[in-house]
T-cell receptor, first 112, second 116 residues
Framework: AQKITQTQPGMFVQEKEAVTLDCTYD???????LFWYKQPSSGEMIFLIYQGSYDQQNATEGRYSLNFQKARKSANLVISASQLGDSAMYFC?????????FGGGTRLMVKP | DTGVSQDPRHKITKRGQNVTFRCDPI?????LYWYRQTLGQGPEFLTYFQNEAQLEKSRLLSDRFSAERPKGSFSTLEIQRTEQGDSAMYLC??????????????FGPGTRLTVT
């Protein structure tokens, strides 16, 4: 069985600063994918970034980067230069066996 | 460019009634997924289709729930004899899968169900 753990229920960050959202996972499947999604108050899940378990380099997408530490089974999301529009719920998810397993989420609040 | 759409966006129903939700995926996507999300939690997998075939169902999908994707395009999720515990956001997602390659799932806006 797969499990995703997000230990930070809520985080504050000052506008323009960087923030790291933690995610650890557990799986016995050697091949898996790790995803981060953003869910604003409107409810839609927005795909941010993907990391494959065999990828050698950490994924980056604009202001988002994924700090993938396979031995520690962690896949932390780093958001650089936070903006007010980044305030939302953030979910880490793992794909193994054709479905996504989500963590409980972290609510990020960006302060002006 | 049209994303995943869901209808209705909100549904209020009385306990014991049947409800049906519709999902239209991104047109070239061959996989379609249903998830349920309760307040303060991450989404939980319910079921998925590859084209018209329903390939996997979660234990969360009781016999009151049924999903179809008759022509491999849109999908419907029906809940019979609704219970208050069915109140949740029902999310649909689609993706394109080819062989062993895995691609991101694109989510629709969800249908928020309230059972009174």
């Amino acid at each position: 069985a797969q499990k995703i753990t997000q230990t930070q229920p809520g985080m504050f960050v000052q506008e323009k600063e960087a923030v790291t959202l933690d995610c650890t996972y557990d799986t016995s499947d050697p091949s898996y994918g790790l995803f981060w999604y953003k869910q604003p108050s409107s409810g839609e899940m927005i795909f941010l970034i993907y990391q494959g378990s065999y990828d050698q380099q950490n994924a980056t997408e604009g202001r988002y980067s994924l700090n993938f530490q396979k031995a520690r089974k962690s896949a932390n999301l780093v958001i650089s230069a936070s903006q007010l529009g980044d305030s939302a719920m953030y979910f880490c998810a793992m794909e193994a066996g054709n479905m996504l397993t989500f963590g409980g989420g972290t609510r990020l609040m960006v302060k002006p | 460019d049209t994303g995943v759409s869901q209808d209705p966006r909100h549904k209020i129903t009385k306990r014991g009634q049947n409800v049906t939700f519709r999902c239209d995926p991104i047109s070239e996507h061959n996989r379609l997924y249903w998830y349920r999300q309760t307040l303060g939690q991450g989404p939980e997998f319910l079921t998925y289709f590859q084209n018209e075939a329903q390939l996997e169902k979660s234990r969360l999908l009781s016999d009151r729930f049924s999903a179809e994707r008759p022509k491999g395009s849109f999908s419907t999720l029906e809940i019979q004899r609704t219970e208050q515990g069915d109140s949740a956001m029902y999310l649909c997602a689609s993706s394109f899968e080819a062989g062993a390659a895995s691609y991101e799932q694109y989510f629709g806006p969800g249908t928020r169900l309230t059972v009174t």
